[in-house]
């Protein structure tokens, strides 16, 4: 094979396998069904791994999930795994990994044996958007009174069990529980939102890094390449003895 198409090769090789590597980083994103961080013990819950064939869900204290293996399923946009039955010990961070060794993001969901939860999304809310906390009753989905609170301090009384905020912005963001009189109080939990724009992949600074990156890449390759081909081509005797007496 010709050496310079051999080096054109090998340079569009990389920038292929760079791309694909970002494209995959992007895509690894964690879903939960049903949307939300809190569960009453012996609740199912399932994770959908975006972007991947198979989900491979780690706990951060109790490592992978023994269930995956046995409950996932191939989805549309990727595949699942489910635990049929969460325990209180089930509480704390998920994420999946793949083979790849590329890792998602984390959604760190509560489980209680109390009678009361709130329902806030597991994942992000884009800013301007609307989203709607939910009181939630043990076994018990009729209208009920309910009151709101964040950061411990009453915010809102409802007589649906549900608040809505129409547009939400990102001095929404914060810890916030309900309550339910004569049945009990649900544990906290934090309402993530996402500011327009911010997704980290779509800022210039990473654009910037992922292009150094690649370019910087594909410089040592050509370099390595370069330095194959003088001494292949015999410019460069290093082992010639008469080396220093050439003019």
């Known amino acids: 094979m010709d ?8 340079v569009m090789s990389v920038i292929i396998l ?3 590597h970002d494209q995959k980083i992007d895509a690894a994103s964690l879903h ?5 961080l809190q569960f009453f013990e012996y609740e199912a819950v399932t994770f959908y791994c975006e972007g991947v064939d198979y989900c491979e869900v780690v706990h951060k204290v ?15 946009t990727g ?12 509480s704390g961070a998920y994420w999946y990994e ?3 060794g590329i890792r998602s993001n984390s959604i760190n969901i509560s489980v209680t044996a109390g009678s009361v939860i709130l329902e806030s999304p597991a ?3 884009m800013e301007g958007e609307a989203v709607t ?3 939630r009753k043990k076994l018990t989905p009729s209208d009920f009174m309910a009151d709101f609170y964040k950061y411990g301090v009453h915010i809102s009384n409802t007589s649906t069990g549900n608040m809505t905020i129409h547009k939400v912005s990102k001095s929404d963001e914060g810890y916030y529980k309900c309550s339910i009189l004569g049945v009990g109080e649900s544990p906290e939990s934090w309402l993530s939102v996402r500011e327009t724009m911010t997704d980290p992949s779509s800022q210039p600074s990473c654009h910037i890094y992922l292009i150094l990156r690649t370019v910087f890449t594909i410089m040592m390759v050509a370099l390595l390449l370069v330095l194959v081909g003088l001494l292949h081509s015999g410019k460069i005797r290093a082992t010639n003895p008469n080396l220093s007496s050439i003019p």
Request: glycine share 4%.
């Open 79 to 90: 595949s699942s795994c489910t635990i049929t039955n969460v325990y209180l010990d089930d």
């Open 123 to 125: 994942v992000p809310v």
């Open 133 to 135: 906390l939910s009181c």
């Open 18 to 20: 760079l791309c694909a």
């Open 3 to 10: 050496f310079r198409a051999l080096c054109v090769k090998l």
């Open 62 to 76: 109790k490592g992978k999930i023994k269930t995956c293996p046995n409950t996932k399923k191939t989805t549309p």
């Open 32 to 36: 939960i069904l049903p949307n939300r």
């Open 98 to 100: 793949t083979e790849g």
